[in-house]
């Protein structure tokens, strides 16, 4: 089963606008990551938020997390072409073994015109 | 350098037969996962490993079978058993609670 589902699933906007981002997620969880994919290709790293913490930046990156509504979200500010791609967040949890598990939500699609 | 490396890039399969993706990471991360995708969908999690021979069943992993014999290396085999196997396969790694780095991705198609 998914953990985390974005929405929305397909966003569309102008180069220079800013892009937000939505994941909710069902159960409690160490952090909450962020990653980007261009189309066939694997998936690039972009920012990771510990459940104790409730924002982050990484220069045009902002995300949130709260916990209370299992939620989090990704902000892209004055986007560009390039960051055409599609945007996943994965949850980090422990299973009933204590191994740590790493799943995914279905993605958002986000399509920058320039 | 170090990094993480899938084979092959592209994979035909005949019904009935069993295949075999290779997944080999130079990174010395203990834990390795395998992931499914499907055109235009998230990724779904088969089989997952922290250490070397142990290894678990993730959401999807009726079909599919792992092995961990080394810490570099996380082969997967899509079997017969597999019924609808045409789909990207991704592999990743990664260590303590931290970012996953990925591979760049299977796609296996069945004839």
Sequence with gaps: SQQGEEDPQALSIQEGENATMNCSYKTSINNLQWYRQNSGRGLVHLILIRSNEREKHSGRLRVTLDTSKKSSSLLITASRAADTASYFCATDKRDAGGYQKVTFGIGTKLQVIP | ?111
């Design chain 2, 1 to 111: 350098d170090g990094g993480i490396t899938q084979s092959p890039k592209y994979l035909f399969r005949k019904e009935g037969q069993n295949v075999t993706l290779s997944c080999e990471q130079n990174l010395n991360h203990d834990a390795m996962y395998w992931y499914r995708q499907d055109p235009g969908q998230g990724l779904r999690l088969i089989y997952y490993s922290q250490i070397v021979n142990d290894f678990q069943k993730g959401d999807i992993a009726e079909g599919y079978s792992v092995s961990r014999e080394k810490k570099e290396s996380f082969p997967l085999t899509v079997t017969s058993a597999q019924k609808n196997p045409t789909a990207f396969y991704l592999c990743a790694s990664s260590t303590g609670s931290r970012e996953q780095f990925f591979g760049p991705g299977t796609r296996l198609t069945v004839l």
